[in-house]
């Protein structure tokens, strides 16, 4: 199969992408450059739908989700191939050079492998499977806007705007892995935490301040073990305060405070037991601290769900059928659970299993960011044998 990869067309293709501009919520010239690419490859245009699932994306953004569609020659559930469109904004104006096995960023930018070299290596299969009328199921090729900023062309698709596949590969990710089965789920939270104002010197008695109640909470939490990293027996996880706001003038005693942060975890049921730790602390605190009328604070916690945990059983078939292929690409079939969002947490929640690997970009939204050439080429041959041996 390595032997079909068109190696010379792989890395220019990978080129013109990497020159191509995509922010979040922009990615409409990167778009046009797939488009282009896919049409080159064979593609025909009633396959491509620009601008999928855009009534559920933020209003500012500016293109939605492309998806192509390639009918099947051969009977069998459906395939789809994932891989983000946009880039951090790090990445503006990033001119890629060559050097030795490396593409590099010229300037002073990160290069926007991250996902550039995943969308050049769908995009190479989908060349190499065309050109030379390899035998495959229906395979959906998906790519997402807006991943950096919160997932949302993934939170936007629909599995029947793709066909409804039977599994996905999902192309993310920066340095060397293997499949990633498993990634953790995550919670925002906002605290808002209040008290009672007097004048600070006048009265102080009278005041509750916020600041004493949020203090002590977070000290509480540190002291047992519920703050940073969490290992407390079946329950692991992290937790972070990220931004303290509030008061208004030294000689108040503060009333308003907001606190955000956020809880990780591989597990449901931890990060659940982990807000429910938290918002305990908080109230603790808060009816803890009284003023001479016997008043004590308040607190109101406002959750939402980023991305929720996943892990796949090895007995599934997007799992066999990757770890059959990785060899085959000259890579080491093995599996893994990492502790980021991706993509993939959304696709596996809509129901559609997914596997996540890496098309050998390293040191993602960094200056020093590089693609790995052979690394890349392997990621296209891999998708490659998956889209075509069962
Ligand atoms: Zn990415």
Redesign the pocket.
Known sequence: MKNLIDQKRAVQNLMDLLAAEGPSGGEGPVADVVKQQLLNAGCRPEWIQENVSRKRLPPNFTVGNLVVKIPGTVKAPRIMFSA?LDTVPICRGAVPVKKGNRIVPKGKTALGG??RASVAAIVTMADTVLRNNLPHPPLTLLFPVG??SGLHGAKAFKPSEGGNPAMCFNL??SGERGGVIGALGAIRWIAEVRGKSVHAAVNPEGGVSSAVIAANAIAELKKEGWFGRINKGACKGTANVGTLSGGEVDNQVMDQLKVTGEWRSHSSASLKKIATVWKKAFEKAARGIKNNQGECGSVEFFTASDYRSFRLKNNEPVVQRFLKAAPKAGRKAYTEVISAGLDANIFNEIGIPTITFDAGNHN?HDLNEYIDIPRYLEACTLATVLATEG
Request: hydrophobic share 10%.
């Open positions: 983000h991250d996902n991943e950096e993310d990710g993602a």
